[in-house]
């Protein structure tokens, strides 16, 4: 009797058919294994969570544990409030996660097998379930802030704390973290500035107002600060001087250390920058100075490299009434009364302006039309400024 034998063709095909089949059984044990896994985080979420509510009831006036960051049960969350149910963990050994930003309401998460956020949540007293979402930064993430940013942290995700106090740092939470900061403005106590022109480069301009400056580049410890027109003329002038009517300079303008430095921020009071700091501006590239005064138009010269408050005597230079120096140009005009050379700018020699130097027009600046017009003080209205740029 002849006995017939499996080809082999028949029997990879039935190999092939028992590897399918084993392939079934096995991804279904798999999915089995995580409904039983998911079945049992949803199970310690609803234990967890109960253990609170618990703790909060016999507590009533004893806020729950704070951390607005969110901890982990039964590593860096206090177990006072799960009691026995601290021990829970997720199947897979990691820690459930407890937040509270209030010490009232409260979330207690899992991950599922699936990726998504399992939670209670107190306020609505109900078990969530949402796909995760990324952490990013939100759009101030890289923005120079006058403060520390409140607002629009993260696009996504849950915002950590803000910490610092300029720079600011804190991440976005959620499937994945982003790390996100924010610079203090340029100008601002923190964070001092060269000069107005460094500000406005910055885009860190809030507009017309006083600025911390710190124009020797130090550890800023001698900062101070400075009125800047952030407006005029392209903006980013720095007042090194300024003279209001009715508040006559000393006799010693020309002090090297300066004049009335107290009212430096304040643009309708009398000062001047001392020598250093106006050499240092212009070091800084400030080599534009525009005179602006109460009766007449705003004049520009280039300033001289050197500021010396002792000078009372001045090369020839040319001043215009367009900052591109091509219109209106003359030749100014000098004499022993024309003050520190590199703050001196006149137009014509019946618009001389000057903030006078050594024995110049006694120590006082002019500020009509007519240079050395003393008299001209006890009228309030009239001022002079200087700026640099």
Not at 50 to 62: C, G, S
Not at 249 to 265: C, K, T
Request: contains cysteine; charged residues 15%.
């Amino acid at each position: 009797m002849n006995k017939k034998a499996f080809t082999l063709i028949e029997l990879l095909v039935v190999i092939a058919i028992i590897g399918i089949l084993a392939g079934f059984i096995i991804a279904s044990m798999g999915g089995a294994q995580e409904a039983a896994s998911d079945a049992r985080r949803k199970a310690d979420i609803n234990q967890l969570s109960k253990a609170v509510m618990i703790y909060k009831t016999d507590h009533l006036d004893t806020p729950l544990l704070i951390d607005a960051d969110g901890c982990d049960i039964g590593s860096d969350c206090s177990s006072d409030i799960f009691g026995s149910a601290s021990v829970l963990r997720d199947p897979n050994g990691s820690y459930y996660s407890y937040e509270s930003a209030d010490g009232v309401n409260f979330t207690i998460t899992s991950r599922l097998s699936n990726t998504n956020e399992y939670y209670f949540d107190s306020p609505t007293g109900e078990y969530i379930e949402k796909s995760p979402v990324s952490g990013v930064c939100g759009h101030i993430d890289g923005d120079n802030l006058a403060s520390a940013p409140t607002t629009d942290l993260c696009i996504s995700g849950t915002p950590s704390s803000v910490s610092g106090t300029g720079p600011w740092t804190w991440i976005c939470s959620g499937s994945t973290v982003d790390s996100c900061s924010a610079n203090t403005l340029l100008g601002t106590v923190n964070n001092p500035a060269p000069s107005c022109k460094a500000i406005l480069d910055d885009e860190s301009s809030t507009g017309d107002k006083a600025y911390y400056l710190d124009t020797d580049g130090g550890d800023a410890s001698n900062k101070f600060q400075a009125y800047c027109d952030m407006v005029t003329d392209g903006g980013g002038w720095t007042l090194v001087a300024s003279a209001k009517g009715g508040s006559v300079p000393a006799s010693n303008w020309n002090g090297s250390v300066g004049v009335n430095l107290a009212n430096s921020s304040n643009p309708n009071t009398t000062f001047r920058l001392a020598d250093i700091t106006i050499n240092n501006l212009r070091r800084e590239g400030s080599a534009m100075v525009r005179m602006t005064k109460s009766i007449g138009v705003a004049v520009f010269s280039i300033a001289t490299n050197t500021f010396d408050s002792s000078v009372d005597s001045v090369p020839s230079n040319t001043a215009c009434t367009n900052i591109g120096l091509t219109e209106n140009c003359y030749t100014t005009y000098y004499d022993v009364n024309t003050g520190p050379y590199s703050l001196y700018i006149g137009w014509n020699d019946s618009r001389t302006g000057n903030i006078a130097g050594h024995n110049a027009c006694n120590g006082k600046p002019g500020v009509t039309n007519n240079r050395c017009d003393e008299w001209d003080w006890s009228t309030q209205p009239n001022w002079i400024k200087y700026w640099l740029r």
